[in-house]
């Protein structure tokens, strides 16, 4: 076992004022690592004492703040000699801003405590968040504070100054004016800035032989190449599933990660409250190869290989052509055979039929791996329904900027013919996720001149003759436009750290400039410095929306000649064994791949962490003859890759689901030696390749999993009816419980005052794990680490369990279930305590008295729930100044050898208590304390307040006949509800 | 050796002696304090050397523990308590017996106990003390452990008088406390013989130290005698107690498979089992070791093996009965949790537990297995090994499966769990061979009042208690000695 101490630490811990930590340089060591492309056991897991000694060390999942409550500091305390306006020490201020993410943007309200920001939440304002955010997000912050960050430009690895880079940009600059930009290609990623936007014109302007390309591994790109089809004009598609009764997604994660999941989910949400909707629930057909988050929350979910998606969308729109007399033109003619088995064909009837009683309220959703020909079908079949303009909305596309893989191999080829010499990437890692085919590391290094501007130093970078550190989003100004066009500022909430410049300001420095972020995004928004800019453009900077930036509903005019055309051109899809490539539940397209909440936040379904699998169905695997873990050996055109694999329920049979975004050979600690490289295996031209053949013998792995076990063992922890059973007994849960005689041995506490409880509507719950994420931002929860996650000591204060349930393994229907502690009114953990850490309060929190406790562990074995988190090594270690700053000082950092669980964010309830005192109140009102888990919710499930506030919103979702808790046998009274989920499946299918 | 054979007819009325061969006063004091007083034999000294290389191995593996955490064992959240609490339990099962033994069959005047009472007594203190170690350092904070005692102090904070824990803390450490004083009462008359017999000035000042200024004079035999019997009668309550509130632990919890009523019971007979296991490990090898065999006699060894199947068999009993009430009782989680131990993923320890403690020592119904030493040497062992299961069945298999089945996990030692649980048998070895070397190993006192010689008797020289067929001590009554 490796057991160096990674020799990084001394340089990142030198500073104690953050401000100056951007003059340290990079260890010799760190820089040594980065040609390492390949390094020992990058294949398999992450073993070893080496790592988790890293692990210590990782930035901001941990914290060191904790001891100084119980050691004076050492440092000169000085208080400020000026204070900066609106600081009060120890109050935090929240400013709105917003992130470039899943093709859209996310408005965001940012916590920030004496000028560091601690928290995300979602900008209520803002269409895309609506107060909420998805667990990605949630992880961002994070990256800023992660002490891998880049720290200064490099060329070729020797860190440069700003200094040197900006007069070697204009250099360059002018050389390339001078050639009108021939030979310049610059490739950005999924960005949607406008001042970008207007800079990379001004660019245009100056050089117009400059190519500018878009591209990142996974995007919508091929759903707006369908509108191109389908229309002849390339907008975004908006989906509102709030008003859709009937949605059909085709190999689609749109409640997880395709399109905008959080507003996405949140419409879905809405259109299935059983006590609002009635009859009315909407219902979800799921057909998909991988088994999704959305697949979890199907009604009907039929598994069926990624490659026969098309022809089931073939079948389906004919079907409704012809069944249906839906008027889809010259494309029902055109339509290829789907080759679909009796099984499917039976669900196409069905589901045709209920879009057909629908139209207007249904929506068809494929996905974004699915080829372009494939949207574009599934854009007509949505006009012809008159799905679209209602539930389904195209307005105008960011840009026309050529994007995709053929874009980037356009660039590749360019390189390698030598019409491209020098190349600029904005973001983005290149060398790492583009398709095999593309070969793009390859012509990066050929290339003459290549500039990559990066927060971290990855693969791209490692190949690229300057690298440049980029501001985090949270660092420089910029502007975004969600897919609707709303467009937010992002406005920084603290300085750069390590003096990195964000895109706009590279290209200015290019174009000879050095104007500033900020000058840059007025300059955007001042176009013609109308006297009223300076109060819209504080009012968009206070609300985190510019009003009014809307896009108007496009009208669209169907184009069926020319989808019939390029279906002519699609080719049948070949047998065997699929692969299909996805992006990571914890790296996403390997961006991620250093940040250890991601790492570890266990994915919706299989519950694994820090790395990926080939994940399969159980017919596949004993077809194959593999169980779990098992290192396959994945060959696709002669390219290997060597994945464990996984057997999960319910998953597509002949076909394996690959990820991209593991496996990073240039990255930082956390994500050195984590998962699998599958990119080698992907080309350009789908996200999934048939006729893959995989072979074993590779040895076996332990995968890194907190929930091995899928059946509810019959204990009822989620309870489920459907929609007809629930109209007729609406008190469905209350008929199903055993009655049993409970008595305490005690005289119970009355509850006067506050009484604070939780309800979750497993109904809304779609299983995202945003909650965990949240979670551990706001109560400083470490991480602990592959092998301590095997072990079950993973800190998690609130999981979300998943269960299987139904006939047969391979059919069976995921159930998710967060979990957190329960606050039991009878506290078996606080019974057993010995020395009284944990107690209750007159409010009914089961409150955690950390400096109390001496760590028996008594409480967690007595606890049911399993929630208590224990302090088995000392997680929050030697911690560097960077890290530190992501802690939230509101939260104690708990020190090894103590228990530690959920506190219903007992900080926020007292902010709230303390700010109601001021106000005068004598209550805390109603929606006054949002616990994390709460606030981050995409769909709302969770509800928190005061029980005895019969106006409450928790008080009337605890009342709902709904409603059962979670043990009551044992007569512990949980304050935690839980409302049973009700499932909306189509008659026609039982049993299909 | 025709003394030893005969011992193997056990008929009432006709007993042998408790002490075989000719014996008298002079002899016994010289053959227990003789091993005190002689050289240190060969043997002990690498025996000890063993032991205290087995010692440091604790103290390296509670060294690592400290400094890095409880993560050095292979605890987790779902299994909170493994191989620490398992040992625990097991340690003060062992210590058992040797109060059992001193105190119960005192206050029953078994006066078979006095040949081993001694040792027996030395066993549940050490046992105690290995035992000690590990509520002591499971705990997180191992620097505030002294919080689970009721220490006044300006905080005004008390322990939890709810928690079994801290029930446990009590009876653990007043059971320490009194077998420690009963051991140290009874010690007093044979510290002032090796005292009296000192050769060297430090010997007699450290022994006369000890011996607290005891004569030998009739006070001083009565004040004994009270305060010996006074202990014992304080002993006999905690043999029962002790362990009835360490599976309290257990019994108070909610967890299936824990919580049920049998515990106490069943707990003290598994002490009392196990211990006797212990103590017959020890004394063979001890008895062989220092050839106390006319001492500690077959009919002591064959005595003790009854009381082990007596025992094995209330344990076996117990398991069955655990199954039949979660059954009976219509709890889907403690069925769950019985058939799990049985049949989930740890059926192997399970197995192991039923098969060395309900099996193999219901062998000892046979006299030849009974009264052989090979055959009840090993018995004894594969009692201790199916004990130390027994705990882990109980604490490891009902924590890894209780009601969420989405907590569910499985448990693997650590080479620090093996390390720490292997080092308190160094500590045990340790503090034993230290009393064997420089305590007498065997009550001198009581033995005596065992001779014949302390019969008074008329025809003193033609008693023929050295004769097959006496009747010895069962023929007359025995006045204090």
């Known amino acids: ?992 | 050796m025709s003394d030893l054979a005969m011992v193997q007819e056990d008929v009432p009325g006709k007993r042998v002696p408790l002490v075989l061969g000719k014996q008298d006063f002079h002899s016994v004091t010289e053959s227990v304090a003789g091993i005190v007083e002689g050289p240190t034999p060969h043997k002990w000294k690498l025996l000890f050397v063993l032991a205290l290389s087995i010692l440091l191995i604790l103290l390296g593996s509670l060294g690592r523990l400290v400094t890095k955490g409880i993560g050095v064992w292979g605890n987790n959240t779902t299994v909170g308590w493994a191989w620490d609490i398992t040992g625990f339990v097991f340690w003060i099962g062992i210590g058992h017996a040797g109060t059992l033994i001193s105190a119960i069959l005192f206050l029953f005047r078994q006066k078979w106990r006095t040949s081993i009472n001694r040792a027996a007594e030395a066993m549940t203190i050490f046992a105690v003390m290995s035992a000690g170690i590990y509520p002591l350092f499971h705990v997180g904070r191992v620097w505030f452990a002294y919080w689970l005692f009721p220490i006044p102090n300006q905080m005004g904070m008390w322990p939890n008088f709810k928690s079994p824990l801290f029930w446990d803390v009590c009876a653990v450490s007043t059971y320490a406390t009194v077998s420690i004083l009963f051991w140290y009462v009874g010690l007093v008359p044979d510290l002032a013989t090796l005292r009296d017999r000192a050769k060297t000035k430090t010997r007699q000042i450290v022994y006369g130290i000890f011996a607290l200024g005891w004569r030998g004079s009739h006070r001083h035999w009565l004040n004994y005698e009270r305060a010996y019997g006074i202990l014992a009668g304080l002993s006999a309550p905690l043999v029962l107690s002790v362990h009835t509130i360490v599976s309290f632990d257990f019994a108070v919890s909610i967890i299936p498979g824990w919580h049920t009523t049998i515990f106490p019971p069943y707990f003290v007979a598994g002490a009392i089992f196990s211990g006797f296991a212990m103590v017959m490990t020890l004394m063979i090898i001890a008895r062989k070791a220092f050839g106390l065999e006319r001492l500690i006699t077959m009919r002591h060894l064959e005595n003790m093996n009854k009381v082990i199947v007596a025992t094995g068999t209330m344990v076996g009993y117990a398991y069955a009965v655990e199954f039949f009430i979660a059954w009976y009782s219509g709890n889907p989680y403690e069925s769950f949790a019985l058939m799990n131990r049985a049949f989930g993923p740890y059926k192997w320890a399970y197995w192991t537990m039923v098969s060395c403690n309900v099996i193999f020592p219901q062998l000892f119904w046979f006299k030849k297995v009974r009264t052989s030493i090979p055959a009840m040497f090993v018995i004894s062992i594969i009692v201790n090994i199916g004990m130390w299961f027994e705990r882990f069945v109980i604490i490891v298999t009902s924590l890894s499966r209780d009601f969420l089945p989405s907590s569910w996990a499985y448990f693997r030692p650590t080479i620090f769990d093996i390390t720490t649980f292997f080092g308190t048998f160094g500590l045990f070895m340790t503090m034993f061979l230290l009393f064997l070397r420089f305590l007498p190993m065997v009550a001198i006192g009581e033995v005596k009042s065992v001779l014949p010689a302390a019969d008074a008797h008329p025809h003193h020289d033609d008693d023929g208690h050295d004769a097959p067929g006496s009747e010895g001590m069962s023929k007359e009554p025995v006045h204090a000695a």
Request: with cysteine.
């Open chain 1, 1 to 992: 076992m490796k057991r160096a101490p990674y020799p990084l630490r001394e340089d990142l811990s030198g500073k104690s004022y953050w401000r100056s930590l951007g003059e340290l340089e990079g260890s010799a060591e760190f820089q040594e690592s980065l040609p390492a492309e390949f390094p020992e056991g990058a294949a398999e897991p992450p073993t070893g004492v080496a790592r988790r000694q890293f692990l210590t060390i990782m930035g901001a999942s941990m914290a060191l703040a904790g001891l100084t409550a119980c050691r004076r500091p050492e440092e000169k305390i000085v208080p400020y000699a000026r204070a900066p306006e609106e600081v009060i020490p120890g109050k935090p201020l929240y400013f709105a801003t917003a992130l470039a993410m899943h093709g859209t943007a996310i408005g965001l309200v940012v916590e920030s405590h004496e000028g560091r920001p601690t928290k995300l939440e979602g900008n209520p304002k803002h269409p895309d968040s609506r107060g909420a955010t998805t667990h990605f997000v949630q992880a961002t912050m994070l990256d800023m504070y992660d002490p891998d960050r880049s720290e200064s430009p490099r060329e070729r690895g020797t860190p440069r100054p700003w200094e040197d880079v900006s007069s070697y940009l204009r250099t360059l600059g002018d050389k390339l004016k001078v050639k009108r930009g021939k030979g310049l290609a610059i490739i950005t990623d999924e960005q949607r800035s406008p001042t970008l936007a207007r800079v990379l014109g001004e660019l245009k302007a100056a050089m117009p032989d400059a190519k500018i390309v878009r591209y990142e591994a996974f995007s919508r790109v091929n759903v707006r190449r369908g509108t191109q089809l389908a229309f002849g004009k390339t907008y975004e598609t908006v989906l509102d599933v709030a008003k859709a009764r009937v949605v059909v997604a085709l190999d689609s994660d749109f409640l997880f990660n395709e399109g905008s999941p959080v507003k996405q989910a949140r419409g879905f949400a809405e259109g299935r409250q059983p006590e609002q909707t009635k009859s009315a629930m909407s219902r979800l057909y799921v057909i998909e190869s991988g088994h999704s988050v959305t697949g979890g929350n199907a009604d009907n979910r039929l598994r069926l290989q990624s490659r026969k998606i098309g022809g089931f969308v073939f079948e389906l729109a004919r079907e409704l052509g012809v069944a249906h007399k839906l008027d889809l033109g010259e494309l029902l003619a055109a339509l290829p055979p789907g080759e679909l088995d009796p099984r499917a064909q039976k669900w196409v009837k069905a589901i045709a039929k209920d879009l057909a009683a629908h139209k207007g309220r249904g929506i068809v959703v494929a996905g974004d791996l699915q080829p372009a020909e494939v949207h574009a079908v599934v854009h007509l079949v949505n006009l012809a329904l008159t799905n679209t303009g209602n539930t389904v909305r195209h307005v105008a596309a960011f840009d026309e900027t050529p994007e995709g893989p053929a874009a980037l191999m356009d660039v590749a080829k360019g390189v390698r013919d030598k019409s491209i010499d020098t190349l600029l990437i904005l973001g983005g890692n290149p060398a790492y996720d583009a398709p095999a085919d593309a070969k793009f590391a390859e012509a990066l290094a050929e290339a003459a001149t290549s500039i990559h501007v990066s927060t971290h130093v990855n693969e791209t970078s490692a190949k690229a003759q300057w690298h440049l550190n980029r501001a985090h989003y949270l660092e420089g100004w910029s502007d975004v436009r969600a897919e609707d066009g709303s467009a937010s500022i992002v406005q920084p909430l603290i300085a750069p750290l390590f003096g990195g410049r964000t895109d706009a300001e590279v290209i200015d420095l290019l174009l000879g400039g050095n104007r500033r972020g900020y000058d840059l995004v007025r300059g955007t928004w001042n176009k013609d410095s109308a006297p009223t800019f300076e109060k819209a453009w504080r009012r968009a900077l206070h609300d985190g929306l510019w009003d009014g930036s809307t896009a108007p509903l496009e009208p669209v005019a169907a184009r069926p000649a020319d989808v019939a055309a390029a279906l002519k051109l699609r080719k049948p899809s070949a047998g065997g064994l699929e692969v299909t490539f996805r992006a990571d539940a914890h790296a996403y397209d390997g961006r991620f791949a250093n940040n250890g909440w991601l790492q570890e936040l266990p994915d919706s379904l299989a519950k694994m962490t820090w790395g990926n699998a080939a994940v399969l169905s159980q017919a596949t695997a004993k077809a194959l003859g593999v169980v779990d873990g098992e290192v396959l050996t994945i060959t696709v055109d002669g390219a290997q890759a060597h994945v464990p694999a996984l057997v999960m329920p319910g998953h597509a049979d002949e076909s394996i689901s690959l990820t991209i975004g593991q496996g990073r050979t240039v990255v930082g600690r956390v994500g050195k030696g984590v998962g699998v490289d599958c990119t080698q295996l992907r080309h350009s031209a789908a996200f999934h390749s048939a006729g893959a053949s995989v072979s074993k013998g590779a040895g076996k792995v332990a995968l890194a999993r907190t929930q091995e076990h899928y059946a509810m063992e019959g204990r009822g922890m989620v309870q489920e009816a459907e929609l007809g059973e629930y109209l007729k007994e609406p008190e469905f849960v209350e008929k199903r419980k055993e009655k049993l005689p409970l008595f305490s041995l005690w005289e119970e506490q009355k509850y006067e005052g506050h009484k604070w409880g939780m309800a979750i509507d497993l109904n809304a719950c779609i299983g995202c794990s945003a909650c965990t994420i949240a979670c551990q931002s706001e109560n400083n929860i470490p991480i602990v680490g592959p092998e301590n996650v095997i072990n079950s000591r993973e800190m998690h204060w609130i999981r979300v369990d998943r269960y299987f349930e139904g006939e047969g393994a391979e059919e069976a229907r995921a159930v998710t279930q967060p979990t957190l502690c329960n606050h039991c009114e009878m506290a078996p953990c606080e019974q057993v305590c010995p020395v009284g850490a944990t107690t209750h309060s007159p409010e009914g929190l089961n409150d955690m008295a950390y400096n109390r406790c001496v760590g028996t562990r008594y409480c967690a074995n007595n606890c049911p729930f399993k929630v208590r988190r224990y302090n088995f090594l000392d997680y929050h270690g030697d911690l560097p100044e960077i890290g530190k700053m992501a802690m939230n000082p509101d939260v104690t950092v708990r020190f090894r050898g103590v228990m530690e669980k959920c506190s219903f964010c007992v900080q926020r309830i007292n902010h709230a208590k303390i700010d109601a005192h001021r106000d005068g109140h004598e209550r805390i009102t109603d929606g006054a304390v949002v616990a994390a888990c709460q606030q981050v919710c995409p769909t709302q499930a969770i509800s928190f307040g005061d029980l005895n506030d019969g106006k409450s919103v928790v008080a009337k979702q605890a009342s709902n006949p709904r409603a059962y808790k979670l043990l009551e046998e044992l007569n512990i009274k949980p304050r935690v509800s839980y409302l049973a989920r009700i499932r909306n499946p189509n008659p026609e299918l039982v049993g299909a």
